[in-house]
């Protein structure tokens, strides 16, 4: 039930509608509340306010019309240049950063408060028939002034916001952010001692006889309940394997999981393991952290290809990537099980790690910017700053291995011998500081133990 509501939140934030309806009823209670204080006023002695309305009726159903009108309008100019904007970030900076724009708070109450002005003076306008013997709702025409120049404010905003938030730098500093709070989120505390952990011995004849939890319908597995999976094992005395991690996409008939022993593999334990996993139709950074970090990447592949020739972007991407990266170097292992009270197996599952992320990004730009001078130096710059937060083996060696890859690949492919002579200066100097970390880390992992 918790990822259920946690993935209906997600779809909710990355909606135009959910901030603006809220506006809506907001408006709609202010509209009445507004028209009974009008009906009260008038008996109680207060008074008349001093800031309050005091035109005609007729006046009064101007004004409203006049500011309804005009809000209408300003919604629909302003929708159209949310929709102009969303074009312009999925041809520029790629498809999947649409949502940045999507979720955008200020996009949304920008939005909000033109239609709920519009709604409030629509309300109110009924209410004045015209006739002369009626009472003047001075207070809820004031409010709706008010909401007008309120909007007035906002559309300068908007124009503000917009032409800030296309900016690249902006973009993706915020999706760097983003990247940031989800390795924080996913990964909270920062561990030591934790390079490896011993292989939890499967029952005999697991990988052959186990019951398959197959996937109902193809899509990307978002997120994993493995409280609940844990808990399920517990109460049947089970043993699950998870065989996929959030992000992977799944096709229908592919098993989710592996049950043990397969005797108490029964339909109603199938459903129940079912409302455990959480599909869709997109990835989101709810339990997948990569997916972040793969937007970054993919934002600088579009940058340096031939057709946006933008290596200045590209660079910007790769910092932001190392900031991340460095982050979730610093956060260590955990152990990919889960015993209970008597220290019997029951959970089994995929974590996501250093050297999963770390390659899943690093290699596609690299292979990009094998040309780039620019852009291959600040990666060799990047990975000497990670070279100096990683504590354990594994991570040491896909730098390695990275830095390794970005000179041999850069070397093949530059002409001009000062070009190479730098990419191999910077080389250098992320050996030095591998060198420097490998004094540091944690053991390797043993024979027999979990490679992460």
């Given at each position: 039930?918790?990822?259920?509501?946690?993935?209906?939140?997600?779809?909710?934030?990355?909606s135009?509608?959910?901030?603006?309806?809220?506006?809506?009823?907001?408006?709609?209670?202010?509209?009445y509340?507004?028209?009974?204080?009008?009906?009260t006023?008038?008996?109680?002695?207060?008074?008349?306010?001093?800031?309050?309305?005091e035109?005609t009726?007729?006046?009064?159903?101007?004004?409203?019309?006049t500011?309804?009108?005009?809000?209408?309008?300003?919604?629909?100019?302003?929708?159209?240049?949310?929709?102009?904007?969303?074009?312009?970030?999925?041809?520029?900076?790629?498809?999947?950063l649409?949502?940045?724009?999507?979720?955008?708070?200020?996009?949304?109450l920008?939005?909000?408060t033109?239609?709920?002005?519009?709604?409030?003076?629509?309300?109110?306008?009924?209410?004045?028939?015209?006739?002369?013997?009626?009472?003047?709702?001075?207070?809820s025409?004031s409010?709706?002034?008010?909401?007008?120049?309120?909007?007035?404010?906002?559309?300068?905003?908007?124009?503000?916001?917009?032409?800030?938030?296309?900016?690249?730098?902006?973009l993706?500093?915020?999706?760097?952010?983003?990247?940031?709070d989800?390795v924080?989120?996913l990964?909270?505390?920062?561990?030591?001692?934790?390079?490896?952990?011993?292989?939890?011995?499967?029952?005999?004849?697991?990988?052959?006889?186990?019951?398959?939890?197959?996937v109902?319908?193809?899509?990307y597995?978002?997120?994993?309940?493995?409280?609940?999976?844990?808990?399920?094992?517990?109460?049947?005395?089970?043993?699950?394997?998870?065989?996929?991690?959030?992000?992977?996409?799944?096709i229908?008939?592919?098993?989710?999981?592996?049950?043990?022993?397969?005797?108490?593999?029964?339909?109603?334990?199938?459903?129940?393991l079912?409302?455990s996993?959480?599909?869709?139709?997109?990835?989101?950074?709810?339990?997948?952290?990569?997916?972040?970090?793969?937007?970054?990447?993919?934002?600088?592949?579009?940058?340096?290809?031939?057709?946006?020739?933008?290596?200045?972007?590209?660079?910007?991407?790769?910092d932001?990537?190392?900031?991340?990266?460095?982050?979730?170097?610093?956060?260590?292992?955990?152990?990919?099980?889960?015993?209970?009270?008597?220290?019997e197996?029951?959970?089994?599952?995929?974590?996501?790690?250093?050297?999963?992320?770390?390659?899943?990004c690093?290699?596609p730009?690299?292979?990009?910017?094998?040309?780039?001078?620019?852009?291959?130096?600040?990666?060799?710059?990047?990975?000497?700053?990670?070279a100096?937060?990683?504590?354990l083996?594994?991570?040491?060696?896909?730098?390695?291995?990275?830095?390794?890859?970005?000179?041999?690949?850069?070397?093949d492919?530059?002409?001009?011998?000062w070009?190479?002579?730098?990419?191999?200066?910077?080389?250098?100097?992320?050996?030095?500081?591998?060198?420097?970390?490998?004094?540091?880390?944690?053991?390797?992992?043993?024979?027999?133990?979990?490679?992460?």
């Amino acid at each position: 039930m918790k990822n259920r509501i946690i993935s209906l939140w997600y779809r909710v934030r990355y909606s135009l509608w959910f901030v603006p309806g809220l506006m809506v009823a907001g408006a709609l209670a202010l509209a009445y509340a507004t028209i009974g204080l009008d009906a009260t006023l008038p008996h109680t002695g207060v008074g008349k306010l001093w800031w309050a309305y005091e035109g005609t009726l007729a006046g009064a159903r101007a004004v409203l019309s006049t500011i309804a009108g005009s809000m209408i309008t300003v919604a629909g100019l302003v929708f159209s240049l949310t929709m102009v904007v969303l074009s312009l970030a999925s041809s520029q900076f790629g498809p999947r950063l649409v949502r940045n724009f999507m979720d955008d708070t200020g996009n949304q109450l920008v939005l909000g408060t033109f239609v709920a002005t519009f709604v409030y003076c629509l309300v109110v306008l009924r209410t004045i028939e015209g006739a002369g013997s009626d009472p003047l709702p001075s207070l809820s025409v004031s409010v709706g002034l008010a909401l007008a120049l309120a909007s007035l404010g906002v559309l300068i905003y908007f124009i503000h916001h917009v032409a800030s938030s296309i900016q690249a730098n902006n973009l993706l500093a915020r999706v760097g952010r983003e990247f940031e709070d989800s390795v924080r989120r996913l990964f909270p505390e920062a561990t030591d001692g934790l390079a490896a952990w011993p292989t939890p011995e499967m029952p005999q004849g697991f990988a052959q006889r186990a019951e398959e939890l197959w996937v109902r319908q193809s899509g990307y597995l978002q997120m994993i309940d493995h409280g609940r999976l844990f808990d399920l094992a517990r109460e049947k005395d089970l043993l699950i394997q998870v065989t996929r991690r959030p992000g992977d996409f799944v096709i229908k008939g592919n098993p989710l999981c592996l049950v043990w022993p397969p005797e108490s593999f029964t339909p109603d334990l199938a459903v129940r393991l079912q409302r455990s996993f959480t599909m869709g139709v997109e990835r989101t950074e709810a339990q997948d952290v990569e997916y972040v970090a793969r937007l970054l990447a993919e934002t600088a592949l579009r940058a340096l290809s031939p057709g946006m020739n933008d290596p200045y972007t590209a660079v910007t991407c790769i910092d932001w990537l190392g900031s991340g990266l460095a982050l979730l170097a610093g956060r260590g292992r955990r152990p990919a099980f889960r015993l209970d009270e008597s220290g019997e197996l029951r959970l089994v599952y995929q974590e996501v790690s250093f050297p999963l992320v770390a390659e899943g990004c690093l290699e596609p730009i690299r292979r990009a910017a094998r040309e780039n001078v620019m852009c291959t130096v600040r990666l060799l710059e990047v990975l000497a700053a990670l070279a100096r937060q990683v504590r354990l083996s594994q991570d040491h060696q896909v730098l390695v291995h990275q830095a390794q890859a970005v000179k041999t690949d850069s070397l093949d492919n530059l002409r001009l011998s000062w070009d190479r002579d730098l990419i191999s200066e910077k080389h250098q100097e992320v050996l030095r500081e591998l060198e420097r970390a490998a004094l540091r880390l944690e053991p390797p992992v043993a024979e027999g133990e979990e490679k992460g």
